[in-house]
């Protein structure tokens, strides 16, 4: 079955790296998201990894996806006081209707 | 402003009363889908439209929802005689589907509030 799972929360100090963590149970799965969500708003799509790839950088933000483990996480080097807001993990799954799954998201909250 | 518009933004309503909302997607965008949001949980599939033709409904979608896209552009989407437990954000996000596309990214709108007292 299709289930996401990621941690609720996360506090850092404004400069630090942050590091979300999703893990996911279906191995059919081909495409992976990160998407941001800032109150009151709808979801803005960061970034995606391609199911055959480990890694993928984009400026600040690094996904690596363990394939073995299920495992997928972002990182966001030199985390802003704007960066405070929820992030969810998505997977699609082969064959499907590209409808993603997502996970409960997990709020950052970025702090001086 | 060339993004996905949902309208209205929120929408207060008593039990029993029906509501219609609105999406507008993406012009060039041939799929659009329904998806509900509750607090503290993620986004929820609630439908999906090729075009004009609804190709997915999730059990979620009672037989009090129903969604249309009648010229394959905006959607509207109804749910008659509310209940309490209708209350969440209603988002609508598009995409454009093709062969090869690539990872289907979808492009959310700002999301309809609906509360049911």
């Known amino acids: 079955g299709e289930d996401v799972e990621q941690s609720l929360f996360l506090s850092v100090r404004e400069g630090d790296s942050s590091v979300i963590n999703c893990t996911y149970t279906?191995?059919?799965?081909?495409?992976l998201y990160w998407y941001k969500q800032e109150p009151g708003a709808g979801l803005q799509l960061l970034t995606y990894?391609?199911?055959?790839?480990d890694m993928k950088q984009d400026q600040r933000l690094t996904v690596l996806l363990n394939k073995k483990d299920k495992h997928l996480s972002l990182r966001i080097a030199d985390t802003q006081t704007g960066d405070s807001a929820i992030y969810f993990c998505?997977?699609?799954?082969?064959?499907?209707?590209?409808?993603?799954?997502f996970g409960r998201g997990t709020s950052l909250i970025v702090h001086p | 402003d060339t993004g996905v518009s949902q309208d209205p933004r929120h929408k207060i309503t008593k039990r029993g009363q029906n509501v219609t909302f609105r999406c507008d997607p993406i012009?060039?965008?041939?799929?659009l889908y329904w998806y509900r949001q509750t607090l503290g949980q993620g986004p929820e599939f609630l439908t999906y439209f090729q075009n004009e033709a609804q190709l997915e409904k999730s059990r979620l979608l009672s037989d009090r929802f129903s969604a249309e896209r009648p010229k394959g552009s905006f959607s509207t989407l109804e749910i008659q005689r509310t209940e309490q437990g209708d209350s969440a954000m209603y988002l609508c996000a598009s995409s454009l589907s093709a062969a090869g596309a690539g990872s289907n990214e979808q492009f959310f709108g700002p999301g309809t509030r609906l509360t049911v007292l």
């Open positions: 998505a997977e699609i799954l082969s064959g499907g209707s590209y409808i993603p799954t």
């Open positions: 990894i391609f199911s055959n790839m």
């Open positions: 012009s060039e965008h041939n799929r």
């Open positions: 279906d191995s059919s799965s081909t495409y």
